[in-house]
């Protein structure tokens, strides 16, 4: 969570006098993670200053302090930030006793679930200015009066023990809380010679115009130019760029702009520059040309290397003798022959011997074929076997 404190300011006159703005400027920033400890910066008599838990934090030996999941940093020229648990980062510089810039960096673990003075964090513009109950979302182009009743004063702290502020005799928490207060919506100048003044520093800057006239002091108005300058400049070098098609060789640096690397150009930075060589670096009668920044040797015929200097050696091919001895092949044809015969007379050899055995098996069964009687004829022949007897 993290809240402001806003008062009024005062300003000297020409004749000493302490004049009160009709405008409010931030004064005070508190901070604090569900599990880090609290940090409160605010300015106090021209003076930023830095409390843990309540606690001022001395810088004097050391700018980088640690806490519970909290890291507290001065970065010189009036400049403090704090960073705490899960990426968040707040970074307030003071001015003229007023906190000038404050600036809240969030990680991508908060994308989606914030809410508050300072917008939604979700890429929606629209949604920026939803007030504290939801019921509101005012257009981007709503009056500063609209804003401040409709949108502003709906985030305001209602009771004491909301407020994460440490407080001292500079004042409690009913001393800020003036929910009736009404600012100027509109730039009025009741003094002619500021007016000039303020028109000579701000130009058309109508927020600079704007706090000079709330405030009475062109040095808040000043300090309001410069930090929109700042944001513009540093708008600009997060805008997303896009190059389609994109940059072959070379840069996106604007939307469909490439900035093409040396050597190349076209809109997509992929058509190579030839250029002739001033002096010519090549041997051998070799042509010389820059290819895309880059020196290149053509070589002539029979020449190769990065400048051509090597001649190119074309060896003849060595004869190869044969190991075979004379009259070998004449032998191994011979050879092969007779093998061939003996294969021819093993398979006729079986042949023959399959064929005789097959007779002799025909023969065998026709001997052991066993004569078939009738009974009478059975009988008749065992009679004459017995009378023989």
């Known amino acids: 969570m993290i809240q402001a404190r806003m008062t009024e300011p005062l300003s000297i006159s020409d004749s000493n006098e302490t004049l009160i703005g009709s405008g409010t400027v931030i004064t005070a920033v508190v901070a604090k993670h569900n599990a880090s400890d609290t940090i409160q910066f605010e300015v106090v008599d021209n003076q930023l200053r830095a409390l843990v838990n309540g606690d001022e934090i001395d810088f004097t030996e050391l700018a980088e302090q640690q806490f519970k999941n909290l890291t507290v940093l001065d970065k010189g020229n009036r400049t403090l930030s704090a960073t705490l648990a899960k990426g968040v980062t707040i970074t307030v510089t003071e001015n003229i006793n007023i906190l000038s810039d404050v600036s809240v960096t969030l990680s991508d673990d908060y994308y989606g679930s914030t ?41 305001i702290l209602e009771n004491p023990l909301e407020s994460l502020f440490t ?29 000039e003044k303020a028109q000579e520093i701000c130009g058309d800057d109508k927020l600079c115009l704007f706090d ?30 896009y190059c389609d098609p994109p940059c072959i060789h070379g840069a996106c640096v604007d939307n469909n702009t490439c900035f093409c690397s040396e050597g190349y ?39 190769t290397g990065p400048n051509c200097g090597t001649k190119i050696v074309v060896s003849s091919p060595i004869p190869t003798t044969s190991t075979t001895p004379p009259g070998s092949n ?30 002799v098996c025909l023969c065998f069964v026709k001997r052991r074929k066993v004569k078939s009687y009738t009974k009478k004829e059975y009988e008749a022949e065992m009679i004459e076997k017995l009378e023989m007897k």
């Open 115 to 155: 809410a508050g003075l300072l917008g939604q964090y979700n890429g929606k513009p629209e949604d920026d200015l939803l007030s504290r109950n939801g019921n509101t979302s005012l257009p981007s182009n709503a009056s500063t009066e609209e804003i401040h009743y409709e949108f502003g004063l709906t985030w």
């Open 167 to 195: 407080y001292d005799d500079t004042g409690s928490w009913n001393t800020f809380y003036k929910p009736d207060y009404k600012p100027i919506f509109q730039p009025q100048f009741n003094d002619s010679a500021l007016e």
């Open 212 to 241: 000079i006239a709330a405030t009475g002091d062109v040095n808040i108005g000043q300090s309001t130019r410069e930090t929109g300058q700042e944001l513009t400049t540093i708008t600009e070098l997060l805008k997303s760029i």
């Open 265 to 303: 150009e076209g809109v997509m930075c992929n058509d190579t520059i030839l250029q002739d060589c001033e002096e010519n670096f090549c041997l051998n009668g070799a042509t010389c040309q820059i290819v895309a920044g880059a020196y290149l040797c053509i070589c002539s015929d029979g020449f």
């Open 330 to 359: 004449k032998a191994s044809s011979v050879k092969t022959w007779i093998i061939i015969i003996i294969a021819l007379v093993v398979v006729i050899l079986m042949a023959i011997v399959a064929v005789i055995t097959v007779s």
